[in-house]
């Protein structure tokens, strides 16, 4: 036979616990939901400029991709950019968590 395990005792603290645990949580979620978007961001970009380089290299007939190439290096430095500037400068939203 198994051993019974002990439960704790229910002194009113169970509903204050858990919102301790929901504070400690939260921070560490809104950070990991704010670096995911900035990932998917970067990737967005840097797929649109990519895109935009084909379509404009198969518009002028080019025998190399060269738009392909410069939109992309643009919008790599762009995503690189914009995602800088999130983690050095952040939203006034992200200051006051």
Do not use: C
């Not at 518009?59 to 190399?64: A, D, L, M």
């Amino acid at each position: 036979m198994s051993k019974p395990t002990k439960q704790p005792a229910h002194n009113g603290d169970g509903d204050r616990n858990k919102d301790e645990d929901k504070k400690q949580i939260r921070p560490k979620v809104d950070a990991y939901m704010k670096y995911s978007g900035m990932a998917i961001q970067m990737g967005v970009i840097i797929l649109l400029g990519t895109l935009a380089g084909q379509w404009l290299d198969g518009y002028f007939g080019t025998e190399r991709p060269y738009f392909t190439v410069l939109l992309a290096l643009l919008a790599i430095f762009a995503s690189l950019y914009l995602t800088l500037k999130d983690i050095i400068h952040p939203s006034n939203k992200d200051k006051r968590q």
